[in-house]
């Protein structure tokens, strides 16, 4: 029994000492009031919207010494202090800054929970962007209608360069403007409307929110070296009805056809198509350009095309004719009947008779009813008429 009792308590022993102890368990209690306390923290790290970085606290307590807290090389738990944080939110001994923290500040009030009297209040300053640099990625010709993407860096006031448009540092995080085209997460798209194009360049203006005090502008130039397309059609003709289906037949009888589909309708005729062609030599630009203005329906299109490479496809093609109605399904053919079935009389012996069932073979069911005819297609409209005014030069 002896020998039980102290295995029993070897083996509870070892299981304790066996088992990691919690952090905060290990962790040592402030027990008596320090002279004052500071806020810990790594004056390198990145501090911008959305980053994380990590704190400590360092206590002075009356005899010259430094306690401090376990993430700043100490054994004090975190939990010795309350943290208040403006621009911000404490977990963990780290700080998270606000993602739509454009103040440039995050400020962190520490106190001692036990000894609330003693406390520290510091204001960081956020880092901020000093430069922006831009590069373009054609994604397409230089021309209107065209896109192409930003591929954007920031350097930061203590030389951190981080790329633009990722989760550390989102597109929201700047205003942009842009002439001559829209922008979306990067994506610039050029404006279709060569009026709308200043000096055959789009402009896009970057500023930052933590620092408009340091705008960026990059221009990303045309060279109208495109193959245009312009394309002019008439109204598809109208779908021909289905024709009805045909209705089954009763026992034995044939099903009825399937009507006729219609006639799919015309297309129609495309509208015509007038253009306007002349040439000129543009000083900004640096040589000729082709400009084509298009009219059709009331519709203005205007085109300005490099000679050298450029070039514009007219088109005017009628809409296509209407499919035809598909026929109707045949009617489904009767069931078939049964043998007729007749009783005899067989003879067994001299007094006795029995009666036999006899069936006859049963009848063939009626046939199935045709399918109608489906309807012809429409005729594909005419194309459209194209007139080309052009001047000499052109």
């Known amino acids: 029994m002896k020998t039980f009792t ?10 304790a000492s ?12 402030l027990r008596k009031k320090p002279s004052s306390i500071e806020l810990a923290y790594d004056d390198q790290d990145l501090r911008i919207p959305n980053a994380i970085f990590v704190i400590g606290v360092k206590a002075k307590m009356p005899d010259g010494t430094e306690l401090r807290t376990r993430n700043w090389g100490g054994k004090l738990g975190m939990k010795n202090f309350r943290f208040e944080v403006s621009g911000g939110q404490y977990q963990f001994g780290k700080i998270r800054i606000a993602p739509d923290n454009f103040s440039g500040f995050v400020t962190i009030h520490v106190s001692a929970r036990k000894f609330p ?44 360069r981080l ?5 550390k540092l989102p597109f929201k995080n700047y205003h942009f403007q842009v002439t001559g085209g829209t922008i979306r997460r990067g994506l610039v798209k050029i404006a279709e409307d060569p009026d709308r194009i200043i000096a055959h360049r789009v ?26 397309r312009y394309s002019n059609g008439g109204a598809f003709g109208l779908s021909g009805f289905n024709g009805r289906n045909g209705s089954g037949g009763g026992p034995g ?101 029995r009666e036999v069932r006899e069936i006859g073979p049963a009848q063939d069911g009626g ?3 045709d399918g109608g005819f489906g309807g012809d297609g429409g005729h594909g409209g005419d194309g459209g008429d194209i007139y080309v005014h052009f001047t000499l030069a052109a």
């Open 6 to 15: 102290l295995f029993v308590a070897i083996f509870c022993s070892l299981t």
């Open 18 to 29: 066996a088992a990691p102890a919690a952090p905060e368990l290990l962790a040592k209690k």
């Open 117 to 160: 009297d003693v406390s520290t209040s510091v204001k960081l300053p956020l880092n901020k962007e000093m430069q922006l640099l831009v590069d373009h990625k054609a994604l397409g010709d230089a021309a209107p209608g065209e896109k192409y993407r930003l591929a954007i860096e920031a350097i930061f006031d203590n030389g951190y």
């Open 163 to 167: 790329p633009v448009g990722n989760r």
């Open 203 to 228: 402009a896009v203006d970057i500023t930052p929110k933590s620092n408009p005090d340091v705008p960026t502008t990059s221009f990303f130039p045309l060279d109208y070296i495109k193959r245009y």
């Open 253 to 353: 009888q044939s099903g009825q056809q399937g009507g006729n589909g219609e006639h799919g309708d015309h297309g129609r005729h495309a509208p015509v198509v007038a253009v306007y062609v002349d040439v000129y030599y543009d000083k900004q630009f640096g040589g000729e350009l082709i400009v084509a203005e298009v009219i059709s329906e009331g519709r203005f299109t205007k085109y300005l095309i490099n000679p050298t490479g450029g070039s514009l496809r007219l088109s005017a093609v009628g809409g296509s004719g209407g499919d035809g109605g598909a026929g109707g399904d045949g009617g489904r053919g009767g069931d078939g009947r049964d043998g007729k079935v007749r009783i005899l009389k067989e003879q067994v012996n001299d007094s006795t008779y």
């Open 367 to 369: 046939n199935g009813g």
